[in-house]
């Protein structure tokens, strides 16, 4: 059973984010699936830190974008708004080109939180971040 409130096409999906930190960053949704998102972003000078390696907070941007993403793609947002409240990220083997998948999953959707998992890959398929994201539901003024 699908997890989403309405019905969501990538094109349009990605256009909310092309003047913001992860249009600049060159993050774009490829998939949605039944309980969760993937997402990709390039490994380049945008996103890498001084020795050519990915940054962790590249990741973890990465990271926190396809939650948000997600998340907001479950509630009414007439009425709330999903908001990034905690962020754990373990850098787990660096990546230093090409592009990195996330893979965000729910792991809880309550009426006040979501809790999302959110893998990143590199392209041989190594895990190379493990991170945990909770979103606060708030109603909107």
């Known amino acids: ?3 989403w409130f ?6 349009s999906i990605n256009a909310k984010g092309k003047n913001s930190m992860s249009g600049n960053l060159g993050i774009e949704v490829s998939r949605i699936f039944e309980n969760g998102i993937v997402g990709e972003m390039p490994v380049s000078e945008k ?8 940054h ?3 990741s973890c941007v990465l990271a926190e974008t396809l939650g948000s993403i997600a998340s907001n793609m479950i509630i009414d947002t007439d009425l709330f708004a999903a908001v990034g409240q905690s962020i754990n990220a373990s850098h787990i083997k660096s990546a230093s080109e090409g592009e990195v998948k996330g893979v965000c999953t729910a ?8 809790v999302w998992e959110i893998n990143i890959y ?3 398929d190594e895990i190379v971040c493990a991170s945990r994201l909770t979103m606060a539901i708030i109603k909107k003024n």
């Open 6 to 11: 309405g019905q969501y096409d990538l094109e």
């Open 1 to 3: 059973m699908s997890i």
């Open 56 to 58: 962790g907070g590249a």
């Open 47 to 54: 996103t890498k830190q001084p020795f050519g390696l990915l």
């Open 107 to 114: 792991i809880h959707i309550g009426k006040k939180s979501h």
């Open 122 to 124: 590199n392209e041989e």
